[in-house]
């Protein structure tokens, strides 16, 4: 098993299409899986720059050229856990890019296997 074929973050094609959308519109973005609060625990979308990750936050990897991150204390919790980023109607979170347009990203999640577990032990991505 490769870092390739074990991606801790990936999306529907409806996610893909959304966020081409919303980088013609506004460029180079980021992620930030938020941990809770006002916005829950949905993927915030921001501009690049907009959004200071710390030290301590954990890079998943990227999405159409997308970087993604959440907070460590976060990641403890869900490290066995792929995300699926996916698009649903509705209004996306306060400070996300999503807000007000009708559309937001959720994030779906399914358990790494055993051996996907095992494989992603060794893996550290370097932060883009």
């Known amino acids: ?32 899986q938020s941990g809770g609060c006002c916005d829950g625990s949905s993927p915030l979308c921001y501009a690049q720059g907009e959004f200071q990750v710390s030290d301590d936050d954990v890079y998943l990897g990227s999405l159409d050229g997308t970087p993604f991150f ?13 995300l699926i980023i996916d698009v649903v109607a509705g209004m996306g979170g306060m400070f996300s890019l999503d807000n007000g347009t009708g559309k937001r990203f959720l994030t779906r999640s399914r358990l790494f296997t055993d051996a996907e577990n095992l494989a992603l032990e060794t893996i550290v991505l370097a932060r883009p």
């Open 70 to 82: 959440m907070g460590h204390d976060q990641f403890v919790y869900w490290k066995h856990t792929q």
């Open 1 to 32: 098993m490769t870092t390739d074929s074990v991606p801790r973050v990936i999306a529907t094609d409806s996610a893909h299409a959304f966020l081409a959308t919303l980088q013609q519109k506004y460029g180079k973005l980021m992620f930030f």
